[in-house]
């Protein structure tokens, strides 16, 4: 409830009260700075100067090309258009920030490597162009791991991301520029992109909400790839609501839904994806589970063995077999001046040098016929598993952590971090939960479900049936004020 008495007193203030400082402008959600400055209450340029105001010199490295004149400017052309009574998108004059491997016209898309560090597009995304046609502005481009290849956002090309709530935690990845500013209060929202958990692991581990839209759903084109199998675009905003308002301009689907009944949801819970958690995280989990009951919803265990053998056989040979096809066409059709040779020699940090020396371009890239297998035979049958998941057992979604552990220390989590006493690979750790979904290409929504003892935050996702992504949504939206308050962080 405290996060709709905090709504309710922003929209007091706005529309009642004396001129809000700039850190109340920087609470605001995207829906509700929307609203301000169409309703006349607030200017975008003073929203966007007190973003740059909080962003400051970006000590925690969130993003890779600040544009903070490029934002003024674009604010004071959206302040003129609402003086003059133009007709406002439902973005209008609202910041946002985007990934470096979404293209925006006129800035560098590094994609956080150092071969495409001077490649400047000449149009956005097409994801970009929706959002900027609804009235938004960009306030820059938000760091990343390299090339998207990996969860910790450990850059050693354009610097480690600092986690918004520990800036001696990674921020989690790929996109965790864009989770470090919007769960940092430097934006109210913006996008990542999802391969295997990069939008929801970012949105876990800095505390926002977070999409992967069924694959499909959101255009692709200007976005720098690994597969086009398995990558998507995806929001991550403070709220639902906004979630569910970026959803609707990028699909077209519309912005307006209504919160699910929750007392006719049934949520399973799999065995396989809620054990061997770390402790904060159980407890946590097990007390956004007693809400979820207590509100009314039908928990259900169900057995998930099947689904992750086969999305641990299929997602690896996808991703580094695919990348070698998708990555080398859109560096040429997109006139970089690079192949995926030059951009491998360049590749900056360690563990993605490895993978493209060794797995995508080296002697042990995946053979043509282990993908064909797992684009053609495992993963329809992957699929086909989650479809009778779902249907068997009537289950609206299923739920478990989006990581089986919060954000761990920058220095010395690359390769392994530590579980309940065992040393544990970083990378296959932190996608464990997230991967199966991305592999059959199902919508996953991560919500923030409060902080650990050490004050960092956790993640509950929902994954739903292939394109129930406005479904799965509107459950987000009536299970978010329920759920245990995650406040803002402290550190400034």
């Known amino acids: 409830m405290k996060r709709y008495f905090q709504a309710s007193l922003l929209a007091f203030l706005l529309s009642a009260g004396p001129a809000l400082s700039a850190s109340d402008l920087t609470e605001l959600t995207a829906s509700e700075a929307a609203k301000a400055i169409a309703d006349g209450n607030m200017t975008s340029l003073e929203l966007v100067e007190a973003l740059i105001d909080r962003t400051g010199n970006d000590a925690g490295k969130a993003?890779?090309?600040?544009?903070?004149?490029?934002?003024?400017?674009?604010?004071?052309?959206?302040?003129?258009?609402?003086?003059?009574?133009?007709?406002?998108?439902?973005?209008?004059?609202?910041?946002?920030?985007?990934?470096d491997n979404i293209a925006a016209e006129g800035l560098p898309a590094t994609g956080g490597t150092p071969a495409l560090k001077d490649w400047v597009p000449s149009s956005d995304a097409q994801v970009l162009?929706?959002?900027?046609?609804?009235?938004?502005?960009?306030l820059g481009k938000t760091n990343l791991h390299e090339l998207a290849f990996?969860?910790?956002?450990?850059?050693?090309?354009?610097?480690?991301?600092?986690?918004?709530?520990?800036?001696?935690?990674f921020a989690g990845g790929s996109s965790g520029g864009t989770g470090a500013a919007v769960g940092g209060h430097l934006a109210p929202a913006g996008l990542g992109t999802d391969t295997g958990g990069s939008v929801r692991i970012p949105a876990a581990l800095n505390g926002v909400a977070g999409l992967r839209p069924s694959s499909g759903r959101y255009l692709q084109g200007g976005i720098i790839p690994i597969s086009k199998t398995r990558d998507t675009a995806g929001p991550l905003a403070r709220s639902v609501e906004?979630?569910?308002?970026?959803?609707?301009?990028?699909?077209?689907?519309?912005?307006a839904l209504t919160a699910a009944d929750l007392k006719t949801i049934r949520i399973g819970v799999p065995a396989t994806f809620n054990e061997n958690v770390d402790p904060e995280t159980d407890r946590l989990m097990k007390a956004a589970f007693a809400v979820m009951e207590a509100e009314g919803v039908a928990l259900v265990p169900v057995d998930t063995t099947t689904i992750a053998d086969l999305a641990g056989k299929i997602g690896f040979p996808i991703a580094l077999w695919e990348v070698k096809r998708d990555l080398a066409e859109f560096l040429k059709d997109n006139n970089t001046g690079q192949s995926l040779e030059d951009v491998a020699a360049q590749v900056a940090s360690p563990d993605v040098k490895f993978v493209f020396d060794n797995l995508i371009l080296g002697d042990q890239a995946i053979p043509n016929e282990i993908y064909e297998t797992s684009?053609?035979?495992?993963?329809?049958?992957?699929?086909?598993a989650y479809a009778e998941l779902f249907a068997a057992n009537k289950l609206d979604a299923i739920a478990f952590p989006t990581t089986p552990l919060p954000a761990q220390p920058i220095q010395g989590s690359d390769m392994t971090v530590t579980l309940n006493g065992e040393e544990v690979p970083t990378f296959q750790t932190f996608i464990r939960n997230t991967d199966p979904g991305s592999n059959a290409g199902i919508p996953g929504l991560s919500l923030p479900i409060g902080l650990t003892k050490d004050g960092l935050p956790v993640g509950l996702e929902l994954d739903g049936p292939a394109f129930s992504d406005r479904h799965l949504l509107a459950i987000g939206l009536a299970l978010e004020p329920v759920l245990p308050e995650t406040p803002r962080p402290q550190r400034q």
């Open 129 to 138: 162009a929706k959002l900027k046609e609804a009235g938004a502005i960009l």
């Open 63 to 99: 993003y890779i090309t600040f544009d903070p004149d490029g934002a003024r400017a674009a604010a004071k052309a959206a302040d003129t258009l609402q003086k003059d009574g133009a007709e406002l998108g439902p973005l209008h004059g609202v910041p946002i920030v985007v990934k």
């Open 375 to 384: 684009i053609n035979d495992l993963r329809p049958q992957l699929q086909a």
């Open 242 to 255: 906004d979630l569910v308002l970026i959803d609707g301009i990028i699909t077209g689907t519309g912005a």
């Open 150 to 169: 990996g969860i910790t956002s450990n850059n050693a090309a354009f610097g480690a991301v600092a986690n918004a709530y520990d800036s001696s935690r």
